[in-house]
């Protein structure tokens, strides 16, 4: 029996980069969720948004971890899953993905650095100063990788000549048309994904062990961050919306179900198709996805009859782009009625059922972060790299890529149960309050050894 190896190449590269973009995510987001607390926690001379940082550095650090196994996982696979498109391409991405890595041990070097000198600084904000390398070397390290995704859409760089690319220009590969409503949507997804994680982790907390200071004050400051980031996500939404229209409108159609070219198109939210393609259950909002699409209520809105049926991005793209778009606009909702609470002085923001979809809110979000990149990775089929190689023709036909696929399950099976026990370790026995009750008792005798 023939052993489908571009399925197989798929599965590989689907795995890897479902489990990989978890800790991405992660990755980008929590920095800048830690430098806002720190630097609360000086501005304020409150040791609780201190103890914060302190708390969700120690976390980050195991991320990090686990996100350079997976990461180097993905380089790995390039060569061996897609051999055919790094001949093609390999020599245009080389820089980004050079620059991806530089940007990491920029990253790391930091925050070795930060980890070890807590406390060194009278100063204290030279310690945070020590952050903003941390923040940039993370957003850089996600800016270089997308503009490798924004290539495969969007490619531009080159000189096609005898099926090989020539004349390359790098810079240019990496400025392509994608690269800036992609690093939008992805950095302002990465930062609103960690405060809602962070957020959901104190509510969960509090739902626990009761309200205490430490857990009020986390929640509120990231939930504020889920409002602005709810906010600009939104915006790079409505930014990537049209870019689509405009760059892609097949990869869009096929997001809306939109069949037919016509003015005036209508939005279809959630419903089924049937064998002839007829949209069933579905709510239609009159003429707003040309509005989404042009900021025109009337404009035209290519549909999927424009383009040939085997450049088509498959139809179930439609239920990706729902959840993505639906859970975003749950956690914008969740962090606008979490204020209007706060504000709303009879009502108790900290009630359970609040608390209970703050928690929530959590794994909604990285669901959202899947289905916004399984969106991007399948709407751009049944090209690599659009218009010029299919993903058939740049999979390895070595029946190796089954064995490869259940070596990777397993590694990255070990790699989430090692995290959760590493995590429950240090934070499950170790609660904020018993810590910052050592911590201040700590302070308190160097004060007092200083004094003698």
Known sequence: MAIDTVLWSRLVTGLTLGFHVIFATIGVGVPLMIAIAEFIGIRKKDQHYILMAKRWARGFVISVAVGV????????????????????????IALPLFMEVFAFFFEAIFLGIYLYTWDRFKNQYIHWLLTIPIVAGAG?????????NGFMNQPGGFVMEAGQFTAVDPVQAMLNTATFSKVFHVLSSAYLTAAALLAGIAAFAMLRRGVSAYHKKALNLMMAVVLLFGLLNTLAGDVSAKFLAEHQPEKLAAAEWHFETESGADLVLLGWLNAENEILGAIHLPKLLSFLAFGDFNAEVKGLEEFPKDEWPPLLVHYLFDVMAGIGFTLLAVSLLYFLLVFWKKRNELNKWMLRIIALSAPLAFLAVEMGWFYAEVGRQPWIIRGYMRVEEAATSSPSVRILFFVFLLLYILLGVMCVIVLRRLFNNNSAEVEMEKWMKEKSNHSKGDLT
């Open 69 to 92: 196994v997976t990461g180097t996982a993905i380089s790995l696979q390039l060569a061996l899953v897609w051999p055919n498109f790094m001949k093609l391409a390999g020599n245009v």
């Open 140 to 148: 850089m390290s996600a800016v270089f990788i997308t503009t490798v």
